[in-house]
Protein backbone atom coordinates (compact mmCIF):
# COMPACT_ATOMS: atom_id res chain seq x y z
CA UNK A 1 0.00 0.00 0.00
CA UNK A 2 1.04 3.62 -1.02
CA UNK A 3 2.21 6.39 1.97
CA UNK A 4 2.55 10.04 1.78
CA UNK A 5 5.17 10.88 4.21
CA UNK A 6 3.98 14.81 4.99
CA UNK A 7 3.22 16.67 7.39
CA UNK A 8 -0.17 17.00 8.94
CA UNK A 9 -1.61 21.13 8.77
CA UNK A 10 -4.10 22.14 10.15
CA UNK A 11 -6.06 26.30 10.20
CA UNK A 12 -9.96 24.97 11.55
CA UNK A 13 -12.60 27.95 11.55
CA UNK A 14 -15.65 28.14 12.69
CA UNK A 15 -16.63 24.17 13.23
CA UNK A 16 -20.11 23.98 12.16
CA UNK A 17 -21.76 21.10 14.89
CA UNK A 18 -24.30 18.84 13.61
CA UNK A 19 -26.46 16.89 16.14
CA UNK A 20 -25.29 13.57 17.46
CA UNK A 21 -27.17 10.69 16.08
CA UNK A 22 -25.26 8.29 18.60
CA UNK A 23 -26.80 5.12 19.32
CA UNK A 24 -24.49 3.91 21.91
CA UNK A 25 -21.39 5.09 23.67
CA UNK A 26 -19.09 3.42 21.65
CA UNK A 27 -20.09 5.13 18.38
CA UNK A 28 -17.65 6.29 16.49
CA UNK A 29 -17.37 9.71 13.69
CA UNK A 30 -16.43 9.01 10.39
CA UNK A 31 -16.91 10.33 6.71
CA UNK A 32 -16.58 8.80 3.44
CA UNK A 33 -15.48 10.54 0.01
CA UNK A 34 -15.91 9.25 -3.48
CA UNK A 35 -17.37 11.29 -5.91
CA UNK A 36 -20.39 13.19 -5.70
CA UNK A 37 -21.86 12.74 -2.73
CA UNK A 38 -25.14 11.84 -3.60
CA UNK A 39 -24.86 8.77 -4.61
CA UNK A 40 -22.80 7.89 -1.43
CA UNK A 41 -25.52 9.23 1.09
CA UNK A 42 -27.62 6.81 -0.60
CA UNK A 43 -25.68 3.78 -0.43
CA UNK A 44 -24.64 4.46 3.08
CA UNK A 45 -28.55 5.00 4.13
CA UNK A 46 -28.77 1.87 2.44
CA UNK A 47 -26.03 0.46 4.69
CA UNK A 48 -27.23 1.48 7.87
CA UNK A 49 -30.88 0.32 7.00
CA UNK A 50 -29.63 -3.37 6.26
CA UNK A 51 -26.34 -3.66 8.68
CA UNK A 52 -27.77 -1.86 11.86
CA UNK A 53 -31.13 -2.21 11.22
CA UNK A 54 -32.28 1.79 11.47
CA UNK A 55 -35.05 3.28 11.23
CA UNK A 56 -35.61 6.54 9.13
CA UNK A 57 -35.16 8.52 12.28
CA UNK A 58 -31.90 6.95 13.48
CA UNK A 59 -30.20 7.32 10.72
CA UNK A 60 -27.02 9.40 10.62
CA UNK A 61 -26.10 10.02 6.99
CA UNK A 62 -25.18 13.11 6.22
CA UNK A 63 -23.43 15.39 2.87
CA UNK A 64 -21.58 17.55 3.78
CA UNK A 65 -17.48 18.79 3.20
CA UNK A 66 -13.89 17.52 4.69
CA UNK A 67 -10.35 17.81 3.88
CA UNK A 68 -9.76 21.33 3.21
CA UNK A 69 -6.53 22.92 5.59
CA UNK A 70 -8.42 26.47 5.85
CA UNK A 71 -11.51 25.34 7.70
CA UNK A 72 -14.17 26.89 7.51
CA UNK A 73 -14.64 30.59 5.89
CA UNK A 74 -16.60 33.25 8.33
CA UNK A 75 -18.26 30.05 10.18
CA UNK A 76 -19.34 28.26 6.68
CA UNK A 77 -18.07 25.88 4.12
CA UNK A 78 -20.87 25.91 1.52
CA UNK A 79 -21.64 24.34 -2.34
CA UNK A 80 -21.19 26.80 -5.24
CA UNK A 81 -22.58 30.06 -5.26
CA UNK A 82 -23.03 33.22 -7.05
CA UNK A 83 -21.48 35.23 -3.97
CA UNK A 84 -18.40 32.15 -3.70
CA UNK A 85 -19.34 32.46 -0.09
CA UNK A 86 -17.25 30.22 1.80
CA UNK A 87 -17.04 27.87 -1.46
CA UNK A 88 -15.77 24.45 -0.66
CA UNK A 89 -13.72 23.80 -3.30
CA UNK A 90 -11.84 26.99 -2.78
CA UNK A 91 -11.65 26.02 0.75
CA UNK A 92 -9.90 22.87 -0.44
CA UNK A 93 -12.59 20.63 0.68
CA UNK A 94 -14.13 17.32 -0.84
CA UNK A 95 -17.45 16.14 -1.20
CA UNK A 96 -18.13 13.28 1.62
CA UNK A 97 -20.89 11.88 4.19
CA UNK A 98 -21.07 11.63 7.51
CA UNK A 99 -21.74 8.31 9.55
CA UNK A 100 -22.06 7.33 13.48
CA UNK A 101 -22.01 3.68 13.64
CA UNK A 102 -20.59 1.37 15.89
CA UNK A 103 -17.01 0.28 16.59
CA UNK A 104 -17.99 -3.34 15.52
CA UNK A 105 -19.22 -2.39 12.69
CA UNK A 106 -16.56 -0.77 10.99
CA UNK A 107 -15.41 -2.82 8.95
CA UNK A 108 -18.22 -3.54 7.46
CA UNK A 109 -18.99 0.04 6.35
CA UNK A 110 -14.88 -0.02 5.20
CA UNK A 111 -16.54 -3.25 2.90
CA UNK A 112 -19.48 -1.01 1.43
CA UNK A 113 -16.74 2.39 1.00
CA UNK A 114 -14.35 -0.18 -1.34
CA UNK A 115 -17.77 -1.45 -3.11
CA UNK A 116 -18.14 1.74 -4.67
CA UNK A 117 -15.45 1.28 -6.56
CA UNK A 118 -14.75 -0.23 -10.00
CA UNK A 119 -12.20 -3.24 -10.38
CA UNK A 120 -9.44 -0.96 -11.76
CA UNK A 121 -10.40 1.41 -8.73
CA UNK A 122 -12.41 4.24 -10.12
CA UNK A 123 -15.37 5.44 -8.34
CA UNK A 124 -18.47 5.90 -11.14
CA UNK A 125 -17.98 9.24 -11.59
CA UNK A 126 -14.43 9.15 -12.39
CA UNK A 127 -14.33 10.69 -15.91
CA UNK A 128 -17.53 13.00 -15.51
CA UNK A 129 -16.67 14.82 -12.49
CA UNK A 130 -13.38 15.67 -11.56
CA UNK A 131 -10.83 17.41 -9.59
CA UNK A 132 -9.75 17.48 -5.94
CA UNK A 133 -13.50 18.42 -4.60
CA UNK A 134 -14.07 14.54 -5.43
CA UNK A 135 -11.33 13.24 -4.32
CA UNK A 136 -11.37 9.75 -2.14
CA UNK A 137 -11.10 10.64 1.27
CA UNK A 138 -11.88 8.60 4.27
CA UNK A 139 -12.03 10.54 8.04
CA UNK A 140 -11.25 8.47 11.16
CA UNK A 141 -10.48 9.16 14.94
CA UNK A 142 -6.44 9.52 14.63
CA UNK A 143 -6.09 9.18 11.17
CA UNK A 144 -3.77 6.99 9.66
CA UNK A 145 -1.79 6.53 12.59
CA UNK A 146 -4.83 5.09 14.19
CA UNK A 147 -5.61 1.59 14.97
CA UNK A 148 -9.08 2.01 12.38
CA UNK A 149 -5.93 2.04 9.83
CA UNK A 150 -5.16 -1.41 9.99
CA UNK A 151 -8.53 -2.61 9.56
CA UNK A 152 -9.31 -0.64 6.68
CA UNK A 153 -6.22 -1.74 4.68
CA UNK A 154 -7.37 -5.57 5.85
CA UNK A 155 -10.39 -4.93 4.70
CA UNK A 156 -9.57 -3.32 1.49
CA UNK A 157 -7.46 -6.43 0.77
CA UNK A 158 -10.15 -8.78 0.95
CA UNK A 159 -12.53 -6.69 -0.76
CA UNK A 160 -10.30 -6.94 -4.21
CA UNK A 161 -7.18 -4.95 -2.87
CA UNK A 162 -8.13 -2.03 -5.48
CA UNK A 163 -7.57 0.45 -3.88
CA UNK A 164 -4.13 2.29 -2.63
CA UNK A 165 -3.88 4.80 0.49
CA UNK A 166 -2.08 7.57 2.10
CA UNK A 167 -1.76 10.12 4.65
CA UNK A 168 -4.13 13.24 3.80
CA UNK A 169 -2.44 16.41 4.62
CA UNK A 170 -5.35 18.50 3.57
CA UNK A 171 -6.14 20.10 0.18
CA UNK A 172 -5.10 16.78 -1.33
CA UNK A 173 -5.47 16.43 -5.04
CA UNK A 174 -7.68 13.82 -7.15
CA UNK A 175 -6.07 10.22 -8.18
CA UNK A 176 -7.36 7.61 -9.14
CA UNK A 177 -7.99 4.21 -7.29
CA UNK A 178 -5.90 6.75 -4.10
CA UNK A 179 -7.41 7.05 -0.68
CA UNK A 180 -6.53 10.13 1.89
CA UNK A 181 -7.08 9.09 5.46
CA UNK A 182 -7.79 12.27 7.24
CA UNK A 183 -8.01 12.85 11.27
CA UNK A 184 -11.56 13.45 11.96
CA UNK A 185 -9.95 15.75 14.61
CA UNK A 186 -7.54 17.63 12.31
CA UNK A 187 -10.23 17.43 9.21
CA UNK A 188 -13.49 18.28 10.91
CA UNK A 189 -16.96 17.25 9.05
CA UNK A 190 -19.30 20.22 7.72
CA UNK A 191 -22.48 19.41 6.79
CA UNK A 192 -24.01 20.79 3.49
CA UNK A 193 -27.25 22.17 2.62
CA UNK A 194 -30.69 20.75 3.18
CA UNK A 195 -31.05 20.70 -0.35
CA UNK A 196 -28.39 18.17 -1.05
CA UNK A 197 -29.24 15.89 1.93
CA UNK A 198 -30.53 12.68 0.36
CA UNK A 199 -30.98 14.01 -3.33
CA UNK A 200 -30.89 11.55 -6.28
CA UNK A 201 -28.36 9.90 -7.78
CA UNK A 202 -25.77 11.64 -10.19
CA UNK A 203 -26.51 9.97 -12.77
CA UNK A 204 -29.23 10.22 -15.54
CA UNK A 205 -32.44 8.09 -14.12
CA UNK A 206 -30.88 7.29 -10.99
CA UNK A 207 -33.61 8.94 -9.42
CA UNK A 208 -34.28 7.34 -5.53
CA UNK A 209 -38.04 6.97 -3.95
CA UNK A 210 -39.85 10.29 -2.99
CA UNK A 211 -39.94 8.40 1.09
CA UNK A 212 -35.85 9.00 0.23
CA UNK A 213 -35.88 12.32 -0.60
CA UNK A 214 -38.33 13.02 1.76
CA UNK A 215 -36.21 12.46 4.90
CA UNK A 216 -34.50 16.06 4.60
CA UNK A 217 -37.34 17.96 5.01
CA UNK A 218 -38.30 15.26 8.09
CA UNK A 219 -34.99 15.40 9.02
CA UNK A 220 -34.66 19.12 9.18
CA UNK A 221 -38.28 19.49 10.68
CA UNK A 222 -37.09 17.02 13.36
CA UNK A 223 -33.80 19.20 14.06
CA UNK A 224 -31.23 15.83 13.84
CA UNK A 225 -29.66 17.38 9.85
CA UNK A 226 -27.58 19.94 10.76
CA UNK A 227 -27.92 23.58 9.87
CA UNK A 228 -26.34 25.26 7.04
CA UNK A 229 -25.99 29.06 7.34
CA UNK A 230 -25.17 28.87 3.42
CA UNK A 231 -26.70 30.87 0.26
CA UNK A 232 -28.59 28.69 -1.81
CA UNK A 233 -26.28 27.31 -4.31
CA UNK A 234 -28.95 25.15 -6.32
CA UNK A 235 -29.02 27.18 -9.51
CA UNK A 236 -26.07 25.51 -12.34
CA UNK A 237 -26.21 22.01 -10.82
CA UNK A 238 -25.92 20.24 -14.10
CA UNK A 239 -27.63 16.52 -14.67
CA UNK A 240 -24.78 14.68 -14.13
CA UNK A 241 -24.20 15.68 -10.48
CA UNK A 242 -21.98 18.36 -9.02
Known amino acids: MHQLSLLSLVALLGHVAIPSLAQNSDDVEIYFGCGCFWHVQHEF ?7 LKRSDQDL ?8 GIAGAKNGKV ?3 NAGKISDYDALGHAEVVRLQIPERAFSDFCVEYCELFGEQGYRP ?4 DRGSQYRNLIGIPGGFDSKYTKLLLNTSKLAGDKLEFGKGI ?10 FIMDTSEFPFFVAEQYHQFHDGFNLGENYPTSYNELAGKSARERTLGTSRCPNGRIGIGAFGL
Open 45 to 51: VEAERRL
Open 60 to 67: TARAGYAG
Open 78 to 80: CYH
Open 125 to 128: DQFV
Open 170 to 179: GDDPDRPALV
